[in-house]
């Protein structure tokens, strides 16, 4: 049987942005009004944390093919085939930063969807810092990327972009000038157009921080969400739109994220991997609406 390769123009209905981008910066008005735009589905509830602050595994999977069904506009099932086949070889790529990790209830809805989607056992890995060595990711044809969203030292912001830091053998490389080089990663042999869908955790998000790998209970709250979409760009941009106004609710003032995470803007503008531009992102909100903050 011959596999057939995903590219992102495959997911042109539902990340329009991501295959138009090149042609389009974040201030562009005349090539905007005839680009399709980039859908991202942010979905909270406001009974996915318990009182100890973990996330009820149900829920959130019940938030997962929710979110899912509506990025693609048909019911769970079917999106999940859409996105990937059972010839496919699937990493999930994660975060494990030990105060913020994606959480492994997550990683377990996902890799029991992608199961049911017909993937076979052995061709599914979740990992993060050894994504260059694991024998799966090292033959995957399909990528799932999740990780929590919060504020970093170097990139402004931990993204979805950056996520995909770890499968190149010198992060450091990419850190110059606020990581703003982040988005050629995604164009190396072996992630370029393989990344199917971008989860960004929004369960309890941190705001604020000092210095690198700094973190404070202070700055996190339980916003209870996820964000969804195959444009990176945008699921990233609809972020840190949130942390922005966090930030301002918090503080009292404008306090603007330092260093600005523009590697976002930038992932869009110059690699042609999405849209930041919200006029251009079709947002699609479910669940919880009270203090969205956008």
């Known amino acids: 049987m011959t596999k057939r390769k995903i590219s992102r123009r495959d997911f042109v209905a539902v990340g329009a942005g991501a295959a138009a981008a090149g042609l389009v910066g974040a201030g562009s008005t005349s090539a905007a009004e005839t680009t399709p735009k980039s859908r ?99 033959r995957a044809t399909a990528i799932i990327n999740t990780r929590p969203l919060r504020t970093h030292d170097w990139s402004g912001l931990g993204t979805s972009i950056k996520n995909l830091i770890m499968f190149v053998p010198r992060p450091q490389d990419y850190h110059g000038d606020a990581c703003a080089p982040l988005g050629a990663i995604w164009h190396l ?10 989860v960004l955790v929004m369960l309890t998000p941190q ?5 690198p790998h700094s973190f404070s209970r202070e700055h996190v709250w339980p916003y209870g969400g996820l964000i969804v979409g195959v444009d990176p760009v945008a699921v990233d941009a609809t972020g840190a739109r949130i942390i922005e106004a966090k930030r301002k609710l918090f503080f009292g003032d404008d306090r603007p994220i330092s260093p600005p995470p523009h590697h976002i803007e930038i992932a869009g503008d110059r690699y042609g991997l999405g849209v930041s531009n919200p006029d251009r992102i079709d947002l699609v909100r479910l669940g919880w609406k009270e203090e969205a903050l956008i």
Do not use: C
């Open 40 to 138: 991202v589905v942010m979905i909270r509830r406001k009974d996915v944390l318990g009182s100890t602050g973990q996330a009820d595994p149900e829920i959130l999977h019940e938030m997962l093919n929710e979110a899912v069904a509506a990025l693609f506009e048909e019911d769970s099932v079917a999106a999940w085939r859409r996105m990937v086949f059972p010839s496919d070889v699937v990493g999930i790529k994660s975060n494990v930063w030990r105060y913020l990790p994606t959480p492994p209830a997550l990683e377990e809805a996902i890799r029991s969807e992608l199961l049911r989607a017909g993937v076979k056992p052995e061709n599914v890995a979740v990992d993060d810092r050894g994504v260059r060595t694991n024998p799966v990711f090292k």
């Open 207 to 211: 705001f604020h921080s000092t210095g």
């Open 189 to 198: 042999p072996q992630l370029e157009g393989k990344v199917r869908l971008n």
